[in-house]
T-cell receptor, first 116, second 115 residues
């Protein structure tokens, strides 16, 4: 079945460590890609998105993600994490099929815990 | 309010009872989505409304689930004869036009517990 995979269920880092969260998807053709974040006690919100152009996209709070089409991947990165980055991170894909336009397929999420 | 609102925040019900969950999207947003997040699972798409078009109901898990959107604004998700496996957080999102590139804005969710 087609899916979105986030390989890391829980990541624990110290402040200033570098972060990379993996996301792979299995949908063919053109896709739109998103990372959403849910901080403790807050709503799910957009971190960044890719739909065309430069495959390296920058989002809020110093996050970036790289789309590698050949690997069906959209990994999230941050050079130096902060305690305030503690949150759950969700990768999502819109496979741009006409009948599912707008519908997002989400990964299971990665819980990031950053120790001060 | 400025964001998507949902009510109730929490709902505890007994197996077999019906429940109604409400979503108030951002004013002017024509697209509205319902997702479900079960323990340890990602967000699972349930249903999508776009303007006056027929809704995309392909994600509804059974015929016990239904949703409507009145006047192109408020939406209600109804679960009939609730089962314990329906326990989850139900999230609503809206976007301006339902286009594939748009950001979806999420509400705080309704946490449903079926005893």
């Amino acid at each position: 079945a087609q899916s979105v995979s986030q390989h890391n269920h829980h990541v624990i880092l110290s402040e200033a460590a570098s972060l990379e969260l993996g996301c792979n998807y299995s949908y063919g053709g053109t896709v739109n890609l998103f990372w959403y974040v849910q901080y403790p006690g807050q709503h799910l919100q957009l971190l960044l998105k890719y739909f065309s152009g430069d495959p390296l996209v920058k989002g809020i709070k110093g996050f970036e993600a790289e789309f590698i089409k050949s690997k069906f991947s959209f990994n999230l990165r941050k050079p130096s994490v902060q305690w305030s980055d503690t949150a759950e991170y969700f990768c999502a894909v819109n496979p741009l099929r006409g009948s599912t336009l707008g519908r997002l397929y989400f990964g299971r999420g990665t819980q990031l815990t950053v120790w001060p | 309010g400025a964001g998507v609102s949902q009510s109730p925040s929490n709902k505890v019900t007994e197996k077999g009872k019906d429940v109604e969950l409400r979503c108030d999207p951002i004013s002017g947003h024509t697209a509205l989505y319902w997702y479900r997040q079960s323990l340890g699972q990602g967000l699972e798409f349930l249903i999508y409304f776009q303007g006056n078009s027929a809704p995309d109901k392909s994600g509804l898990p059974s015929d016990r689930f239904s949703a409507e959107r009145t006047g192109g604004s408020v939406s209600t998700l109804t679960i009939q004869r609730t089962q314990q496996e329906d326990s989850a957080v139900y999230l609503c999102a809206s976007s301006p036009q339902g286009l594939a590139r748009e950001t979806q804005y999420f509400g705080p969710g309704t946490r449903l517990l079926v005893l």
